[in-house]
């Protein structure tokens, strides 16, 4: 009918590869190489009881079965989430009132603040020398102040009750400039007439944070915990150095487990399926705060509505 209408059909063009390939293909290639081929190789090697200097032996998914019954593996996984929970509600918690203060005018402020960020700067061994030193029992400058104000001496990470809280003491003392940055940041772009409004009413300190600046910086914090909640689930060098996973297993994370059993035991196969299964951790604890972050409504000034 279309035909009798004098309407001809356009015809559909005949497909062609986009002509973006060969500027597309190299960097598919490096990916691959880089990310694709070695989580394929990992996950090939968990589905292997393989040790060094013994072939491959196809067992299927017995080194995942073998990790729920695995005491030390289990007690691994209680400690890093206990690690990095206290590792994130700690430095956020005082990286956010830490910026409130120098989001202040005070005399020297510029200097104070200079000085309060050279902690992140330092290099990981350097901190575990230090502060191995600050935790030793008889010479450790933290008991002594301790005993300036009549507390007994403590055991710090020499104890098992105390190791995760003292290295989380360190990771504290490194990080909290690092969210105080970003959360200044999120201060210095709120706009002054809300904090003008507030003063003409006569509203107190607390309850300009609580219904000003908190809420406007609510997008900055999450980011600020997401950021310490990656680094913290992952944290290697500080542990090692300092405890070695010590006294006894008190302080073996995944990662010092996971370094056990690859480089002490030379277990590949054991190893790769715990190196999946510290994957998904990490994709489900980063994925439960991006699904957080999605159900929390922020207005176009920063604030949650």
Known sequence: MLAEAGTSIPEVPAWRPPS????????LFVVSAVIVFPWAFTIWMSLHEWK??????????????????????????????????????????????????????????GLIRGLFILPMMATPVAIALVWTMMFHPQL?????????????????????????????????????????LIVLGGLAAIPAEPYESAQIDGATHWQVFRYISAPMIAPFIFIAAMIRMIDAVKSFDIIFAITQGGPGTASETINLYLYSVAFVYYDVGYASAIVVVFFALIVALAGSLVLIRQRTHWNEAGGAG
């Open 140 to 180: 450790g400058v933290l008991n002594y102040l301790l005993s300036l104000v009549g507390i007994s001496p403590q055991l710090w990470v020499f104890h098992p009750a105390t190791v995760i809280p003292s290295l989380v003491l360190v990771e504290t003392w490194q990080w909290t400039p690092l969210v105080m």
């Open 20 to 27: 973006y390939w060969p500027f597309v293909a190299p960097a």
């Open 52 to 109: 060094i200097g013994a072939p491959p032996t196809f067992v299927g998914l017995a080194n995942y079965l073998r990790l729920p019954r695995d005491t030390r593996f289990v007690e691994s996984v209680w400690n890093t989430l206990l690690y990095t929970g206290l590792s994130v509600l700690l430095p956020v918690g005082l990286g956010t009132l830490a910026a409130v203060v120098f989001n202040t005018h005070f005399p020297l402020r």
